[in-house]
């Protein structure tokens, strides 16, 4: 029996001993699609001649100690020394990672050992806020809906009003599968309007380092209302006094140039007063040769007040008499001595004035 303990004993040492001679890192791997998935196998037992790398259990890539990397018919793999471990390591590079390599991924030393690590391959889709802006009286209850669309596997979905998290237990979360092994996930959320917020929607999966987000702006009326009252008030009363100023100058520069405007053209009676006084005056000096005479009126009508008002002036210095027109003698000689017969005739007769000048 002692002996058999001590054959069990060595056995599991040079189990532990061939184990420690090879790793493989990491372990789990988890990419999105389309990404590089990269695996590192390192031997410190330097008695190893062949290195196969297989996927989901089918070889993709050999590696000779001798050769290097051996060509490959799957040209989305390929390897590389690993600048950083000591001892033989080489890197299996994934460049393109799709759903169909999940799975196992194996590092093979022939004859010596072998280490399987999992890789998953994720799938990113995207995320939206149903429905635009939403408008909102204060202590109004407000619905907000998002959908993730085209993930694998369902992502993880995270509701944020002005960037804080709300408790899960406020909103409720439903997911289905769609064509292609995707999922779409649905969530619902109730948000009371106490004041304007941001509310947005996060979806997330684990290879995901940044989650996508969406989001919405909630606003309040009352809080609109009365934000606007800070800031129009002001405003209008700027604008009410800016208009009063505005017409109260159109105001008196009309007045002033109405004013300008009356002063440059003569009133009508002045115009006439003007013509008559110029026409009398021009009428008087061609009569006269130049020389007017203050009592002289014409014949006609009156047409020159002024005239008139100066030959009322000088009243005092004019007699009037009335002469005979036409003089008519039966008998007129120098021989007859007797007195001559006078006709006078008083309808032809014309008003001689005599003017005494002074």
């Known amino acids: 029996m002692d002996i058999f303990y001590l054959f069990v004993l060595l056995l599991s040492c040079r189990i532990q001993v061939v184990a420690g001679r090879m790793k493989l890192s990491p372990e789990t791997l988890t990419a999105l699609r389309g990404e590089e998935a990269r695996f590192t196998c390192s031997a410190s037992n330097t ?118 998290k709300v408790n899960q237990d406020e909103y409720n979360t439903s997911s289905e599968e769609s064509g292609k092994s995707l999922f779409t996930v649905t969530s619902n959320l109730s948000v009371t309007a106490v004041k ?20 919405v702006r909630l606003t309040v009326v009352a809080e609109v209302l009365r934000e606007e009252e800070d800031c129009t008030l002001p405003l209008a009363l700027t604008a009410s006094l800016s208009a009063l100023l505005l017409l109260l100058l159109l105001c008196i520069c009309t007045v002033l140039w109405h004013r300008r405007r009356r002063q440059a053209k003569p009133s009508p009676q002045e115009a006439i007063r003007s013509d008559q006084s110029v026409s009398g005056r021009r009428s008087v000096a ?48 120098l021989h007859n001595m007797g007195p001559p017969q006078v006709c006078l005739s008083e309808e032809n007769s014309k008003n001689v004035r005599r003017i005494t000048t002074v």
């Open 47 to 164: 008695r190893w001649t062949v290195m196969v790398w297989l996927l989901n259990g089918t070889a993709v890539l050999t590696i000779a100690k001798d050769g290097g990397v051996l060509p490959s018919v799957n040209p989305n793999v390929t390897a590389e020394t690993s600048p950083v471990s000591h001892g033989d390591s080489w890197v299996f590079v994934l460049k393109s990672t799709e759903r169909h390599d999940q799975g196992p991924v194996t590092c093979d030393l022939q004859g010596i050992d072998r280490k399987t690590a999992s890789l998953f391959v994720q799938e990113k889709g995207n995320v939206k806020v149903v429905g635009d802006d939403k408008l909102a009286f204060k202590g109004q209850s407000v619905p907000f809906e998002c959908q993730a669309a085209g993930w694998y596997p369902p992502p993880t979905l995270q509701w944020q009003v002005n960037d804080k």
């Open 196 to 215: 304007s917020s941001r509310v947005a929607c996060l979806a997330s999966v684990s290879a995901l380092l940044t989650p996508l987000k969406s989001s």
């Open 286 to 333: 061609e009569q006269t040769g130049g020389k007017v005479n203050l009592g002289y009126s014409s014949e006609g009508p009156t047409v020159n007040n002024e005239l008139i008002v100066e030959t009322r002036r000088q009243e005092d210095f004019v007699s009037f008499h009335k002469v005979p027109d036409v003089v008519s003698s039966s008998s007129l000689s």
